[in-house]
């Protein structure tokens, strides 16, 4: 059985910082890629950071500067440290796990974010 459970998420005002957490069960979590996603309301999912199972990371343009993923492989644990938050970041935020070798990938439910002017 595969888990992902996200936590982190809350209001915030614009330009405070949140960290999101994602912790993973039932998967070998070193050798998957890990990625937060997020999706607006009316909008499409889209990719905000990624940690592949070597420490590679990879950042939406939107996010680049202000956001930090990082992995804890020994707590099978994935991160989104949040800095300068902006309206447009208000979203939920989601986390994955991606075994990129099969093109298998499994989902949290998902934390809201909020972001206040």
């Known amino acids: 059985q595969v888990q992902l459970v996200e936590s982190g998420g809350g209001l915030v005002q614009a330009g405070g910082s949140l960290r999101l957490s994602c912790v993973a069960s039932?998967?070998?979590?070193?050798?998957?890629?890990m990625g937060w996603y997020h999706q607006a309301p009316g909008k499409q999912r889209e990719l905000v950071a990624t940690?592949?199972?070597?420490?590679?990371?990879n950042y939406a343009d939107s996010v680049k500067g202000r956001f930090t993923i990082s992995r804890d492989n020994a707590k099978s644990t994935v991160y989104l440290q949040m800095n300068s938050l902006k309206p447009e970041d208000t979203a939920v935020y989601y986390c994955?796990?991606?075994?990129?070798?099969?093109?298998?990938?499994?989902w949290g439910q998902g934390t809201q974010v909020t972001v206040s002017s």
């Open positions: 994955a796990a991606e075994w990129t070798t099969l093109s298998r990938t499994f």
């Open positions: 039932g998967i070998i979590f070193r050798i998957y890629t």
């Open positions: 940690a592949t199972s070597g420490d590679s990371t």
